[in-house]
């Protein structure tokens, strides 16, 4: 299924208010008519209303806010949400010769304009005159997220937005970057952003681990299978979505998708004949998907779902949903949107779902990492609160309790696009609730000097654990 964005309604449009302003009151009604959140905590309503009001004030003159000035007052309001799925994008007019990217809590300089020398892949530890650690906490408040990982993955993206830079509260007419190391650059920012940054860090990748651009893929070496698990999405999933959504399938589509459980079968098959005695399921690259490919993996090591404790699914049901899922709504719940609806998994995820003829009843290892998202977070969740199998890693950038089940969204005045959740997901141990991220049995931490190297610690790991079995 190809999601299109679709405009919100209009709610409010009063002619003493400009653009943004009217956009932004707009948004926000739409917001407490369709997102969980606001049937979950009553007290988000005023919260957020005192936030919108206070930020129509800073909008009201349009010759010195840029759209994504506003995208990002957007955003910020985004965060009193708790929800990593709802958010809009940033649409700069320009951007710093540079790019910089978040792992493992730390900063380093992914990429930048050739006039700058030696400095790619080094540790920042300040921008403009900020410390790091400060622009970690202040992007929190900043962009959409559930944790501090999310907000600092999210947030390396939009280092180079001078609207970003502005609203971090460093100005000047130049921005000085300084490294761990202790160099340091600085960029004129009347200059710097005509520059592309055509000069990459070089990242070393891993014999096996490094990530690949399948969907699913698996090579056994001696008796492990490492199986990398990259998206939740394939030809069965995707006729699905249509069928909730209304739309026709596209024939080209449903024959270009491979189906999981076809993978699975043959993966499984494989691993039989040739005496395997360790699946490894890395899931450290999957930003999440359609969670049934989960249940369908757990089918196929044996784990009957009627065995287990399952994450609980409540959707908000709104005329706005209705619309973009015409079928996915039970009849008692279509326009009750003042509360939560258990959602019938039976709809949600199709009566006859393809599960594997085959089955692996060996040993299993999971990983995870940072970048582990959405369906992806779901699954490993299933695994810890169930005590299925031990996971190794790091912890991942999202609640384990969270909201999901997203929407593409534009919004009528700007044309700023965007995905709302309609959706709340419940883990299945629910003393569990209020952490913030899913951490693994096992923690194994992978400096950035390493990652860059192609050292990988997880995976030394799994050959010690496999000598000793």
């Known amino acids: 299924m190809i999601m299109e964005y679709t405009s919100i309604p209009i709610y409010y449009n009063d002619k003493r208010y400009n653009v943004y302003q009217n956009e932004l009151m707009n948004f926000f009604i739409f917001l407490t008519k369709v997102h969980p959140a606001f049937i979950l905590d009553k007290s988000l309503k005023a919260q957020c209303r005192q936030f919108v009001l ?36 940033i649409e700069p007019l320009s951007l710093y010769p540079f790019s910089v990217r978040y792992f493992n809590g730390s900063f380093y300089l992914y990429s930048i304009s050739s006039r700058y020398k030696n400095v790619t892949g080094k540790v ?28 600092c993955i999210t947030g390396s993206h939009f280092l180079n937005n001078p609207s970003l830079i502005k609203r971090l509260g460093i100005d000047g007419d130049v921005l000085e970057i300084v490294f761990s190391d202790g160099d340091r650059i600085n960029i ?18 891993n014999a096996v681990t490094a990530r690949q651009p399948m969907s699913y893929h698996y090579r056994i070496i001696d008796s492990i299978c490492y199986f990398q698990f990259n998206e939740m999405f394939d030809s069965y999933t995707y006729q699905l979505g249509c069928q909730l959504s209304g739309e026709t399938p596209d024939e080209n589509i449903i024959h270009s998708l491979p189906f999981f459980t076809e993978f699975l079968e043959h993966m499984i098959q494989d691993m039989n004949q040739k005496g395997v005695s360790l699946l490894v399921v890395d899931m450290r690259y999957n930003g999440g998907g ?20 399952s994450y609980r699914t409540y959707i908000r049901p709104s005329s706005f949903l209705k619309e973009f899922y015409p079928f996915l709504l039970d009849k008692s719940a279509e326009m009750n949107d003042k509360t939560l609806a258990e959602q019938n998994q039976d709809r949600r995820m199709g009566k006859e779902v393809p599960l594997s003829k085959h089955k692996y009843t060996g040993k299993v290892v999971f990983i995870q990492g940072q970048n582990t998202f959405s369906s992806a977070n779901y699954l490993l969740t299933t695994v810890k609160d169930n005590h299925l199998f031990p996971i190794i ?6 609640k384990p309790t969270c909201y999901g089940d997203i929407i593409p969204i534009s919004l009528p005045f700007t044309g700023t696009k965007g995905y709302v959740s309609h959706s709340f997901f419940r883990r299945p141990d629910s003393l569990l609730d209020e952490e913030t991220t899913l951490m693994p049995d096992t923690l194994i931490n992978i400096s950035v000097a390493d990652y860059l190297k192609g050292v990988d610690n997880c995976w030394d790991w799994i050959k010690r654990l496999n000598y000793l079995l």
């Not at 909008?59 to 840029?66: E, F, G, R, S, V």
């Not at 249940?295 to 404790?309: T, V």
């Not at 890693?393 to 999202?398: E, F, K, L, R």
Request: net charge negative; hydrophobic share 40%.
């Open 188 to 205: 004129d920012k009347e200059n710097g952003t005509n520059n592309q940054p055509d000069q990459m860090t070089v990242i070393k990748p």
């Open 124 to 151: 920042i530890t300040s921008m403009g005159g900020m410390d790091i650690i400060d622009i970690h906490k202040k992007l929190a408040g900043m962009l959409p997220a559930e944790n501090k990982i999310k907000a």
């Open 290 to 309: 359609n969670s049934l490919l989960g249940n369908m993996l757990l089918e196929a090591l044996n784990i009957h779902l009627s065995d287990i404790e």
């Open 393 to 398: 890693g790091m912890p991942t950038s999202q």
């Open 54 to 89: 206070s930020a129509c004030d800073e909008l009201c003159d349009m010759n010195n806010i840029t759209l994504a000035d506003f995208q990002l007052r957007i955003n910020e309001l985004l965060v009193f949400l708790q929800d990593a799925h709802t958010f809009v994008n």
